[in-house]
């Protein structure tokens, strides 16, 4: 019965400090998953039937044109 | 991967209200929408700016986040874009979004919300590409075209960039250089103080080398 003592005050620590633990207690929102139609990628359809690598080419080309340190020298 | 953003460069946005007038002509955007709008802050002050806004197609898109029917999807690219079948005008996204960007049209006499519209990046939506479907409900689909959004295409000055982002922000770090090697501009880029903090070192060798002047008290503005 020695044994009794000890194990009844490790119980007790045990559950008393059972509510002093910190755990995150907000709300973790999950960004929601996406219910609607599916969409096609950009370069899926006529003019570049599916070649990513062409419709990357041409948005980068294009989006040079925004630079006039390009166009002018 | 692109991934798509717009970027306002307030040094040369002259306020023409060009990139409203592009976008409600190419996505026939009706009237009382405005998917995209021009700021002006410090009106009538010295140090008056002018940025041109629309949907800034976040990352981690607040809009995305509080839909309650879940409508947002982000493309490949980075677009934000949403299904409006499924949208319920419900305005949360409205009250999420930092920028105003989700707009609703007046329907009828006591201004009922119809369904939230928005800018798509020139990306049209979940419909077919180019169909008469996807112009009536998004707009144009330029970028399917391998075309960036009318708004930043058609910017007179180049104010408003559109595009990858990494090939827009090379872009802008060429211009500010440029400027701070001519000497024309004598200090960083216009809001660089507010997102950073101001630096003494390292002068000549970034946008942000040169103290700022005086930052201008803020005040209300104009859309």
């Known amino acids: 019965m020695k044994w009794l003592a000890p194990l009844a005050v490790a119980t007790a620590v045990a559950l008393g400090l059972a509510a002093c633990g910190e755990r995150p207690q907000v709300v973790q929102y999950k960004q929601g998953s996406y219910q609607g139609k599916p969409d096609t990628p950009p370069y899926q359809n006529s003019p570049y039937n599916g070649d990513k690598a062409a419709w990357d080419r041409a948005v980068a080309t294009r989006a040079q044109n925004q630079n006039e340190y390009k166009r002018t020298n | ?223």
Request: net charge neutral; glycine share 12%; proline share 9%.
């Open chain 2, 1 to 223: 991967m692109a991934r798509m953003k717009f970027l306002c460069d307030a040094e040369r946005c002259i306020e023409c209200n060009g990139c409203v007038t592009a976008c409600k002509q190419e996505n026939d955007v009706p009237w009382g929408v405005n998917r995209r709008r021009v700021v002006t802050l410090n009106d009538g002050q010295p140090g008056q700016r002018a940025i041109s806004v629309a949907c800034m197609h976040c990352s981690d898109a607040p809009c995305m986040a509080v839909c309650p029917v879940d409508c947002f999807y982000h493309t490949e690219e980075g677009v934000v874009l949403h299904d409006k079948d499924l949208c319920i005008g419900c305005g949360y996204c409205f009250y999420a979004c930092p920028f105003g960007a989700p707009q609703f049209p007046q329907q009828g006499a006591f201004g009922v919300r119809g369904k939230m519209d928005k800018c798509t990046f020139c990306a049209g939506g979940p419909e077919p590409d180019g169909s008469e479907a996807e112009f009536r409900k998004y707009g144009r689909n330029r970028l399917s075209e391998g075309k960036l959004p009318a708004c930043a295409e058609m910017c007179s000055t180049k104010a408003l960039l559109g595009g990858d982002g990494d090939v827009i922000a090379d872009i802008y770090r060429t211009r500010v250089t440029m400027r701070a090697a001519r000497g024309t501009k004598s200090g960083p880029p216009w809001g660089w103080d507010t997102a950073y903090a101001p630096t003494q070192s390292a002068a000549g060798t970034s946008p942000g080398p040169v103290p700022a002047p005086a930052p201008a008290p803020a005040s209300g503005g104009k859309s």
